[in-house]
């Protein structure tokens, strides 16, 4: 079972969501940190990093010499990466998506396999906990290739395991946090009723609903802000997983990097519901 969990903005809960529920989970669980470019799971769950490897992303290198400035490798790049300046053949390595469409097309092979480093996989473990996260190299603009190479990792690592794995997913909805739900039975939709954190919830509900998976809601901060949130969960069958109270004592235990059903015992039913819910609607 994969569950991503998912916000629609930065700072709703989501990572402490997450080390609350692989804490609370009631069979072996590896914990994936896939926000590359700002990982932050590892100052909750503390784990102990038994590996770390380069990531790399392979992209094109020209020999000019070969090139007959057919142009069929620039007029497939949709990103830009490969362009033909009069006869002079030119790449761009840090706009490239390491598709490998223009070495496919190229008739006289001009075009080899080079490669570019796009960050780190890290993994280990907390406790039980397997751990994994990726970390994007400095000055790395693109996210999904380092994250797709840790997904691959922690997939091909638990295929043969009964594993359940937990993916604490990038905010938002663009690009990266699809590219962590489109592999998840089930989505948790994290946010604050308030009017910020429920428009970006409907944002995100859209995005991801496409995929037609489960997905509940926990609702974070629950007590401040209005009622759009619970209408519009209720007006779209979408059901409330868990409610977090706003309470300073919560607030003092994730700033703290503590693992909140750790730190206040008292919401240690609210995970346990919120787990068996989870596993209630992929079974379903």
């Known amino acids: 079972m994969i569950i991503a969990v998912a916000s629609g903005k930065g700072g709703t809960g ?25 990982p932050n799971l590892h100052l909750f769950l503390h784990p102990a990093i038994t590996g770390t490897e380069k990531g790399y992303i392979e992209i094109p290198k020209a020999d000019e010499g070969m090139c007959t400035s057919c142009g069929a490798c620039a007029e497939l790049c949709q990103f ?36 570019r480093e796009l960050g780190e996989l890290c993994h280990g473990t907390s406790g039980n906990i ?36 937990i993916l604490d997913s990038p905010p938002g909805a663009s690009c990266p946090a699809v590219c962590a739900v489109s592999d998840a039975d089930c989505v948790v939709l994290v946010t604050e009723p308030t009017p910020f954190g429920f428009y970006d919830f409907k944002i995100a509900y859209e995005a991801f609903s496409v995929f037609e998976k489960p997905m509940g809601v926990v609702v974070n901060k629950a007590g401040i802000g209005d009622r759009q949130v619970y209408d519009f969960c209720a007006e779209h069958n979408i059901p409330i997983w868990a409610e977090i109270p706003f309470e300073r004592h919560i607030a003092e235990a994730y700033s703290t990097g503590a693992v909140i059903t750790q730190a206040v015992p008292t919401l240690q039913p609210v995970f346990e519901t919120l787990r068996q819910s989870i596993q209630e609607s992929v079974h379903a």
């Open 80 to 115: 830009k990466a490969i362009a033909l300046i009069g006869d002079t053949l030119l790449t761009f390595p840090d706009m490239c998506h390491g598709c490998g469409g223009c070495i496919a097309v190229c008739p006289t092979g001009a075009l080899t396999v080079d490669s």
């Open 14 to 38: 989501k990572t402490t969501v997450t080390a609350a529920l692989a804490a609370n989970w009631n069979a072996p669980v590896a914990a994936v940190d896939l926000d590359v470019e700002e």
């Open 130 to 165: 397997a751990f994994h996260m990726g970390r994007l190299r400095i000055g790395e603009a693109m996210c999904p290739p380092l994250m797709k190479l840790v997904k691959h990792d922690v997939f091909s690592a638990y295929e043969d395991d009964s594993r359940d794995i």
